[in-house]
């Protein structure tokens, strides 16, 4: 069975640089900065009781990434991203409770497949999905003295759609958004959840070599 996993590894990187060896210039890296905005969270705290996580305050986010042209139209790239969001209310079966501080980091590890639109144009438009890993770090303040910390790693995708435009040759201008999805949370063992979802709208830059 190792035999077997080996020689398909093989196959595959063979398949992928007899493709990239189609595309001229077919490696790049790019950098991303932008701005997150995460939706309210519903979960339970750590007694059981239902609770809603809101009041989520906007802050920048900031990914970067390494990836590979198979054609024209396709790519494939690793992506490592970092955000970091406030919350200040929390609310247990439907009342305001406490006074809430709250910061929640998270970053991701995602491998992103790319579809650029064959277009006759230099604004190229794109969509975009990606799965991977995410891990989340959360430091909650409440009852304006407790503090709490947590974290977890939980299953991730991604879907985006924006546009490249070149700069020079090898400099390309990237405009989008993205919609983060993560499959938990653990706010410093006040709340935990289960779904939290994401916003961001980013500007970056791509160079191939």
């Known amino acids: 069975m190792k ?6 590894g093989i196959v595959a990187l063979s398949v992928v640089a007899t493709a990239a060896h189609t595309v001229e210039k077919p490696y790049y ?3 991303k900065i932008g701005g997150a905005f995460a939706d309210d969270t519903e979960g339970k705290t750590k007694v059981g009781a239902k609770a809603t996580a809101t009041g989520y305050e906007e802050n920048a986010t900031y990914s970067v990434a390494a990836g590979i042209r198979l054609h024209p139209s396709v790519r494939l790239e690793l ?3 970092y955000r970091k969001l406030y919350a200040d209310s929390l609310s247990v079966r439907g009342a305001a409770v406490t006074k809430l501080n709250g910061a929640m980091t998270v970053k ?3 491998g992103n497949a790319i579809y650029d639109l064959p277009l006759d144009s230099m604004l190229k438009p794109y969509l975009l999905g990606g799965i991977g890993l995410a891990r989340t770090d959360s430091t909650v303040i409440y009852n304006a003295a407790t503090s709490n910390k947590g974290y977890s790693t939980d299953f991730a ?4 759609a924006g546009v490249t435009f070149p700069l020079t040759d090898l400099v390309h201008a990237d405009i989008g958004y993205r919609y983060l999805h993560l499959s ?6 006040v709340i935990s959840t289960e779904d939290n ?3 961001e709208i980013y ?6 070599f």
């Open 197 to 199: 979802s994401i916003h």
């Open 3 to 8: 035999r077997l996993m080996l020689l398909a």
């Open 184 to 189: 938990g949370a653990d706010m410093g063992h």
């Open 29 to 31: 890296v790019s950098l």
């Open 108 to 110: 991701t590890v995602m």
């Open 203 to 208: 500007a970056g830059v791509q160079m191939g």
């Open 157 to 160: 995708f991604q879907l985006g």
């Open 79 to 81: 992506e490592g991203g």
